[in-house]
């Protein structure tokens, strides 16, 4: 028995495009979430800016890039927030986003398509090819089943589908995959939060780390503001075991975990009683999920080089652009940024999100078929949403002519 035409395994940003994409178009559409809540890194590792949302030329007035599901998310979200333009940050535009509400409206926005049902809280444990599409194992810990699909779409972020079923997948030596993030949240935080702010604050916590009063993992911390008044994120980009950094090691994450919580921690009481902007802050709200910015991904048909980026390449099937420079967090000591030639997007070909050799299984976000360099601009929350719409549109077109 078919569970459903088009199955969408993860929920983070590409994957509820997707869902949202296959269900308005058609087909009868599930989406599957390992967590308890959809929004993935968006959400569930408070990854708090949408980048890659708007046209790369800063030198005009801000656009939107992909049409579509990321135009209309995008503008949600600045309604929720009460923004009415996006931040210029030096050469990029970024739309600050608030992960609850982040959760609420992908939840909301799912839960309007009568052609989409939520499966939360199952682990994805198998896939076989079938006669007439794909067999996917699914397990909750406490029991099995299996559903059947014409057409899936993996938005796992971990290319699960290739490491399952085999089809051919990339993983970059550990020394060069890009740190993790461990994001944390402060509320009731005073004073007003400018670059000089931020740099002071840096500063300080140097101070601290050579006082030894604070980890040395402390002067990977970033503030920034939340788009809600009084809330300020921090990105602590860590080394996680340096050249022995392994995602899909569950061990390994687990310790850069336990390591971030320990930062974070150490962090907040430090600024309670060394900071007066954080005086009155209670303890810091701590993410469900590490920020992992690279695992696996699949050697899709056309695989996008950090050289097509740079260049603007265009693609006569191309079914999303990339608007966002190349983002390389090989250390945790912050990002190295390769920009385009010209202030223009680069296209996403459709061979990117699909291979001839698995027809009817489609990839998107994190897991597409990007080298690694290509991979630090692809990845971003925008680009995710327009990869994860043009996978979900190619499975329901898929579904229905199966």
């Not at 656009?63 to 050469?91: F, V």
């Not at 009063?213 to 788009?227: Q, S, T, V």
């Not at 603007?312 to 920009?339: H, I, N, S």
Request: hydrophobic share 40%; with cysteine.
């Amino acid at each position: 028995m078919t569970a459903a035409d088009v199955i969408i395994a993860g929920g983070g940003s590409a994957g509820m495009a997707a869902a949202l994409a296959a269900a308005r178009a058609g087909a009868r559409t599930l989406l599957l979430e390992r967590g308890d809540r959809p929004g993935g890194m968006g959400s569930l590792a408070q990854v708090h800016t949408f980048c890659g949302l708007f046209h790369p030329d800063v030198s005009r007035p801000w656009a939107w890039l992909n049409p579509g599901l990321p135009e209309e998310i995008g503008r949600l979200m600045m309604a929720r927030t009460g923004q009415t333009a996006p931040d210029r940050m030096g050469r990029v535009f970024v739309l600050r986003q608030s992960p609850a509400h982040f959760a609420s409206l992908a939840a909301e926005l799912c839960d309007r398509e009568p052609n989409l049902t939520r499966l939360h809280g199952w682990e994805w444990t198998g896939l076989q090819r079938t006669e007439h599409g794909w067999q996917l194992e699914l397990s909750d810990g406490r029991e099995r089943q299996q559903l059947n699909t014409r057409a899936l779409v993996d938005a796992t972020g971990d290319a699960t589908g290739a490491r399952l079923a085999n089809p051919a997948w990339l993983q970059p030596p550990p020394s060069t995959r890009y740190r993790p993030a461990y994001i944390g949240a402060f509320t009731g935080v005073g004073g007003m939060h400018d670059d000089r702010w931020r740099l002071q604050l840096a500063a300080a916590i140097a101070r601290a780390v050579r006082e030894g009063k604070l980890p040395a993992a402390a002067l990977g911390a970033a503030f920034r503001d939340a788009p809600l008044t009084g809330e300020v994120f921090v990105t602590i980009d860590l080394e996680a075991g340096g050249p022995d950094w392994d995602p899909l090691d569950p061990a390994r994450q687990a310790a850069v975990v336990a390591e971030g919580r320990a930062v974070l921690d150490g962090l907040s009481s430090w600024l309670r009683t060394q900071h007066p902007d954080f005086a009155n802050t209670p303890p810091p709200r701590h993410p469900d999920r590490l920020g992992v910015r690279e695992s696996a991904c699949y050697a899709g048909d056309h695989l996008l080089c950090g050289d097509e980026l740079a260049v603007c390449r265009r693609f006569p099937d191309e079914v999303a652009l990339a608007g966002w420079p190349m983002e390389k967090r090989e250390t945790a000591r912050g990002p190295k940024f390769r920009y385009f030639d010209r202030p223009e997007p680069a296209g996403i070909p459709v061979g990117c999100l699909r291979r001839r050799d698995a027809p009817g299984l489609f990839f998107a976000g994190r897991c597409l078929s990007a080298d690694h360099e290509a991979l630090a601009s692809v990845r971003v929350m925008g680009t995710c949403l327009a990869t994860g719409q043009a996978a979900g549109r190619l499975a329901a077109a898929w579904a229905g002519a199966v």
